[in-house]
């Protein structure tokens, strides 16, 4: 699975310190989760969503458009 996180952080314009700040975490976990070996969990994609302002699907390369199969909460 292909995580779309920084192409859709980039799109929304906020800096990997804002996206850090948003999920109260530190900027180096941020870093972390957008290398491509990263295997975030659904409940960690979903906090990541909700920072960057989109839906999950959207961090998801190949999801079909309003996917909303596995809910976040």
Do not use: H
């Amino acid at each position: 699975m292909k995580l779309l996180f920084v192409k859709k952080r980039t799109e929304m314009g906020l800096s990997q310190y804002a996206v850090a700040r948003r999920m109260r975490k530190d900027p180096g976990s941020v870093a972390k989760l957008e290398k491509p070996k990263a295997n975030p969990t659904w409940k960690t994609i979903c906090r990541y969503a909700k920072a960057i302002g989109v839906q999950p699907w959207q961090l998801i390369d190949g999801a079909p458009n309003g996917n909303q199969a596995i809910p976040c909460e």
